[in-house]
């Protein structure tokens, strides 16, 4: 039977000093965006964001003036006394805001966490559906009537 031994030790030298630099400096030097995918399907617009191995509790979602703030605090995992021997995950706090348009219920606007992705379904405000208009057809209008152009007198 042969036995073989993975080393979690890292190897690549500009990446351990980079290591080195950010655990010395206490963050993380990378910036990260939270990946969005949007779209509509029927009266909702739907917002998903990747937010893998981050806690309901670091999630925070806000609505102000049209504007949606979806604020993600990510931790590191392991304690302060622990050896780390990588450490390539994004930490720190990623903000993303949307602007809605004045035709979205900001209002009604629900969030559901799973599986590390966050959904937003933000529904289409009814007053700014499209509707049919009326048109009468009355022989003789009030408007049309009153609108003659006064006699030369």
Do not use: C
Not at 30 to 59: C, F, K, N, S
Not at 128 to 144: A, C, F, G, L, M
């Amino acid at each position: 039977m042969k036995e073989e031994f993975v080393s979690l030790m890292g190897f690549d030298t500009s990446r351990d000093v980079d290591r080195a630099v950010e655990q010395a400096l206490g963050v993380n030097r990378r910036t990260y965006a939270v990946p969005l995918e949007a779209y509509r399907r029927g009266g909702e617009y739907i917002v998903i964001a990747d937010v893998p191995g981050v806690d309901i509790r670091d999630i925070d979602v806000r609505v102000e003036r049209n504007v949606v703030t979806i604020t993600v605090q990510r931790r590191p995992k392991f304690a302060p006394d622990d050896l780390v021997l990588i450490d390539e995950r994004p930490r720190g706090e990623f903000i993303r805001r949307l602007f809605l348009g004045d035709s979205l219920d900001d209002a009604g606007l629900t969030a559901h966490l799973g599986n590390g992705v966050l959904t937003l379904l933000v529904p289409v405000d009814e007053s700014s559906s499209p509707r049919q208009v009326e048109i009468s057809s009355r022989p003789e209008d009030e408007h049309t009537r009153n609108s003659e152009p006064p006699s030369g007198d």
